[in-house]
């Protein structure tokens, strides 16, 4: 079946700091694939998306490409702020379900 | 546009009532899903309807859990005689399908507390 695995939390960083969140999948077929980020208080939105194999989704100043090759959909920030405080999903559609496939989420913290 | 709408907010049982959660799903959307998210863990698909037909429902946690899409428009979550575990956040979501972009659109949740 399908299963998404991203690193475990929390991630602390200084504001301005480099981000990375990894994100690998297991999937049949060719899945579409997501980040969803969760705001203290607030529902699931989404942050950014990619369809189909080196496309790269940015929104926010968030980006990820999405690797056929490594199965990944590693989320990347240059330069993190502390409203970016929040926990992120990453997520995977089709390959076989049309239910979205989460992983268990990464809470990151950025301190002023 | 007014987003996923999801009532109550918050629910609080004791063990062995019955609870049912309503969904009103962005106005255009067909299709409508149904998830459960447990402390520290990503949401879990649970079941979804293309407008009033079920597509799948394999993935409900037992046959204690039922959900309904009678009209196509909104939608209902039941849990008959509930336990301790079923403690959780319960989340809809609805898409479009056809429609540009392939997206769920998540509602704020109901969270669930059995006692």
């Known amino acids: 079946g399908n299963s998404v695995t991203q690193m475990e939390g929390p991630v602390t960083l200084s504001e301005e700091a480099f981000l990375t969140i990894n994100c690998t999948y297991t999937a049949t077929g060719y899945p579409s694939l997501f980040w969803y980020v969760q705001y203290p208080g607030e529902g699931l939105q989404l942050l950014l998306k990619?369809?189909?194999?080196?496309d790269k989704g940015s929104n926010k100043g968030f980006e990820a490409t999405y690797r056929k090759e490594t199965t990944s959909f590693h989320l990347e920030k240059g330069s993190v702020q502390v409203s970016d405080s929040a926990v992120y999903f990453c997520a995977l559609s089709g390959g076989g379900a049309d239910g979205l496939t989460f992983g268990k989420g990464t809470h990151l913290i950025i301190q002023p | 546009d007014t987003g996923v709408s999801q009532d109550p907010r918050h629910k609080i049982t004791k063990r062995g009532q019955n609870v049912t959660f309503r969904c009103d799903p962005i106005s255009e959307h067909n299709r409508l899903y149904w998830y459960r998210q447990t402390l520290g863990q990503g949401p879990e698909f649970l079941t979804y309807?293309?407008?009033?037909?079920?597509?799948?429902k394999s993935r409900l946690l037992s046959d204690r859990f039922s959900a309904e899409r009678p009209k196509g428009s909104f939608s209902t979550l039941e849990i008959q005689r509930t336990e301790q575990g079923d403690s959780a956040m319960y989340l809809c979501a609805s898409k479009n399908v056809g429609g540009p972009g392939d997206t769920q659109y998540f509602g704020p949740g109901t969270r669930l507390t059995v006692l």
């Open positions: 309807f293309q407008n009033e037909a079920q597509l799948e």
């Open positions: 990619a369809t189909k194999a080196d």
